[in-house]
C-alpha cells in the first residue's frame, strides 16, 4: 500500500479529485459572496427609490395632471451615477388604462419614451405596479437596454391619487451578474474557460510523461528480447528526458560491451589454460610408458597427475561456458534461428565423445520451430544437459533429443539411459552449486543444470528433470515460442 501511495497512479487519482472538486468548492464560496453582494447592491437600490418616493410623494399628490414636465427637474437632484428615475401614472379612469412614462432622471427623450414603457412591460414590471397600488412592493427584474447594457430594475412606492396611481422605477446599471444565474456571470466564464485550459494542459502534460514512460518501458522490454538494437533517445518524445534516455542508451552499450568482453575474456582465458594443461598431457605420456607396472606409488601419482587434469580442464571448459552464457544473458542474439537446428549442432558438438563410448545421438525434432531471439541462451542450455547426459549414460547406451510442439510451447526433450537421480534430490537439483555424482562419473561444479535454468528463465521458459519409468533421465527445456 505503501508503494503504490508513492505510486503516479495515486498521485494521478489526488490530482484528479483536486481538479474536481476545487472548482465546485471555489464555484459556491463565490456564489454565496455573489448572492451577498446582489442582496447589498439590490437593498441599496430599494433604499434609494423609498427615499426618493418618499420626497417626491407629497408633490405626486398635488399634481392635477400627468403628464407633467416639471416633475422631471424634481427628479433630477436624486439622480446618481449609474442609477435611473423613471416616474409612471397610470389614470383611474379608464380602468383598463396603462402605465405611462411621465418623468425620468436623467430625461428620456420622447423618441425613447415608448421603448422605455415597453421593456418594462416585457419585464413584468407594469403587471405587477398594477396589482401593487395599494402599497410598497420593492422588484428586482433585470432588462436590457438598447446598447446592450444590462439593467436591474427596482420599482417601489406605488402613491395613490383620486386621478390615479403613481410608481417610481429605480433602474440601476450593473456590470456583473445581478438577475442573471451565477454560472452566466462573464469572470465566472473566463475563469471556468482559463481552469479548463490549465486541466487540459495538465492533461496533456501527465500524457505525455506517461506515454514516454511506455515508451521506455517498451523500448526496454524490446532490448531485453534482443529483437532489435531499438534506442531510448529514438522512442523519446519529451526533450526534458533526453539526458535520462542518454544515459539509459550509454547504459545498455556497457552492458553490450560487457558481454563482448567477457566472451572474449572467456576465450582468452580458456585458450591460455589449455596450452599449458596440453603441454602437461604430452609430458605425462613419456613417464607413463616408462613408469614400471609394480611402481605402487608412482602408478598412483600419475593416475593422481591425470585425474587433476580431467579436472582442470572441466573446470575451464565450465568457466568458458558460465562466461559465455553471462554474456548471452546481458546481450541476447537478436536473429530468429530454428530450434531443429540448434538441436543438430549441439549434437554435433558431443559426437566425438560420444562415438569413443560407443553411445548414440538420436535427434527427432518438428520442423519449423523457430525462436525469435536469445538462440544462444537456448543453445548453452542445451549444451549443459547433453554434456550431463553423455556423462551419466553407460557404454553403448543412447542419448536421444525430441522437439515436439503444443499450442504456442515448444517442448525440448532430452533423455539418457544413466542412473537417473535420487526422487529426494530433484527439487535441488537446478539449484547452484547442487551436485549429486556417483565416484565413477568424477566429481561435478553444480553449475550445470543452474545455467539451465537460469538461460530458460531468460527466454520466459522453464527446465524440469524427472527420472524415466523405465530407466534412464529426463530433462524437459520449455519455452514459448511468441
Not at 420622447?110 to 397600488?133: F, T
Not at 527439487?427 to 549429486?436: A, D, K, M, V, W
Request: aromatic share 6%; glycine share 8%.
Amino acid at each position: 500500500m505503501g508503494r503504490w501511495l508513492h505510486s503516479f497512479a495515486a498521485r494521478g487519482i489526488l490530482l484528479a479529485v483536486l481538479f474536481v472538486a476545487l472548482p465546485v468548492l471555489l464555484y459556491e464560496v463565490f456564489r454565496v459572496a455573489d448572492d451577498q453582494r446582489q442582496q447589498l447592491l439590490l437593498t441599496s437600490i430599494q433604499t434609494t427609490g423609498l427615499t426618493v418616493g418618499r420626497a417626491i410623494a407629497p408633490r405626486l399628490a398635488r399634481a392635477e395632471t400627468a403628464p407633467n414636465f416639471r416633475l422631471g427637474e424634481e427628479l433630477t437632484p436624486f439622480q446618481q451615477e449609474g442609477i435611473a428615475l423613471r416616474l409612471l401614472f397610470k389614470p383611474a379612469q379608464p380602468a383598463e388604462a396603462g402605465f405611462l412614462l411621465v418623468a425620468g432622471a436623467p430625461a428620456v427623450a420622447p423618441a425613447e419614451a415608448e421603448q422605455v414603457r415597453a421593456r418594462l412591460a416585457e419585464s413584468g414590471a407594469l403587471d405587477r405596479l398594477g396589482e401593487s397600488c395599494a402599497g410598497d412592493l420593492p422588484l428586482a427584474l433585470r432588462q436590457e437596454r438598447p446598447d446592450g447594457r444590462a439593467e436591474i430594475a427596482t420599482a417601489i412606492v406605488p402613491v395613490k391619487s383620486p386621478r390615479g396611481c403613481w410608481a417610481l422605477v429605480v433602474a440601476a446599471e450593473i456590470a456583473g451578474g445581478l438577475g442573471r444565474p451565477y454560472w452566466q456571470s462573464r469572470e465566472v466564464q473566463i475563469a471556468a474557460a482559463l481552469y479548463l485550459a490549465f486541466a487540459v494542459i495538465v492533461a496533456l502534460l501527465v500524457f505525455d510523461l506517461r506515454g514516454a514512460i511506455r515508451n521506455f518501458a517498451g523500448t526496454a522490454r524490446t532490448i531485453a528480447s534482443g529483437r532489435t538494437r531499438a534506442r531510448f533517445a529514438d522512442a523519446n518524445p519529451l526533450p526534458e528526458l533526453d539526458p535520462v534516455a542518454d544515459a539509459f542508451d550509454r547504459m545498455v552499450e556497457r552492458l553490450r560491451t560487457t558481454a563482448t568482453h567477457l566472451r572474449d575474456a572467456a576465450e582468452e582465458t580458456a585458450h591460455a589454460f589449455k596450452t599449458p594443461l596440453g603441454t602437461i598431457r604430452q609430458a605425462v605420456e613419456p613417464i607413463r610408458r616408462r613408469l614400471d607396472p609394480n611402481d605402487a606409488r608412482g602408478v598412483i601419482a600419475l593416475a593422481a597427475v591425470e585425474e587433476a587434469l580431467d579436472r582442470l580442464d572441466g573446470m575451464v571448459e565450465q568457466a568458458r561456458r558460465l562466461d559465455d552464457s553471462a554474456a548471452a544473458l546481458l546481450d541476447p542474439s537478436e536473429e530468429p534461428a530454428d530450434v531443429a537446428t540448434i538441436m543438430e549442432a549441439a549434437a554435433e558438438r558431443i559426437t566425438p565423445d560420444a562415438a569413443a563410448r560407443n553411445i548414440a545421438i538420436g535427434v527427432v525434432a518438428d520442423p519449423g520451430v523457430v525462436i525469435q531471439r536469445g538462440h544462444n541462451l537456448l543453445a548453452s542450455a542445451l549444451d549443459q544437459v547433453l554434456d550431463n547426459a553423455l556423462t551419466f549414460s553407460p557404454k553403448g547406451g543412447t542419448i536421444r533429443i525430441v522437439l515436439t510442439v503444443h499450442g504456442n510451447l515448444a517442448s525440448l526433450v532430452v533423455e539418457d539411459e544413466g542412473p537417473g537421480v535420487s526422487p529426494d534430490r530433484l527439487p535441488q537439483l537446478f539449484e547452484r552449486g547442487s551436485s549429486f555424482r556417483p565416484a565413477e562419473v568424477g566429481a561435478g561444479f553444480g553449475l550445470g543444470l543452474w545455467v539451465v535454468r537460469r538461460n530458460l528463465t531468460a527466454l520466459n521458459g522453464s527446465a524440469v528433470a524427472e527420472n524415466r519409468t523405465d530407466g534412464g533421465f529426463r530433462v524437459i527445456l520449455s519455452l514459448p515460442l511468441d
